[in-house]
């Protein structure tokens, strides 16, 4: 597992809290794809900027699957990051049905602990980390 940068997360953590969610400018993909790259100069999905979006219009679950070609996001994920299936260590990808899911099932967030952290409607939200679904590490 390469080992992430909590100093640079916390520091981005504190830019974006008060930042509301907006839809292609910080959504929960946005986001978490930023708290990557400062924890490892890359986002986790880079390739993926851009690719949920169609004529400025979120792609729904069919457009979703054809461009991603899977069925669901964790699936997709899963060929992306190592999945863990312990407590997600700080710095973790997690998911939660817990907050606003939109099309995908699921909100995208980062481990910070005992907690994880979300988009809410205006600015960073924190939950209990007992409240993700599933979890994803950078392994190389």
């Not at 080992?3 to 907006?22: I, S």
């Not at 900027?49 to 792609?59: D, E, M, P, S, W």
């Not at 461009?67 to 190592?82: G, M, S």
């Not at 299936?85 to 700080?90: E, K, N, S, W």
């Amino acid at each position: 597992m390469k080992q992430p940068n909590l100093d640079n997360l916390n520091q981005y953590l504190l830019t974006v809290r008060d930042k509301p969610f907006e839809w292609h400018k910080n959504d929960c993909f946005i986001f978490t794809n930023n708290a990557f790259r400062a924890m490892y100069g890359e986002g986790w999905a880079d390739d993926w900027v851009g690719k949920y979006i169609k004529n400025g219009k979120y792609l729904g679950r069919d457009g979703l699957r054809e461009v991603f070609q899977a069925d669901t996001l964790v699936e997709a994920i899963d060929r992306k990051l190592e999945r863990v299936t312990f407590v997600p260590p700080r710095g973790a990808l997690v998911t939660t049905n817990k907050a606003k899911s939109w099309v995908i099932s699921y909100a995208l967030g980062i481990s910070v602990g005992s907690n994880a952290v979300f988009l809410g409607r205006d600015g960073v939200i924190s939950i209990p980390i007992e409240y993700t679904n599933d979890a994803w590490i950078k392994y190389a």
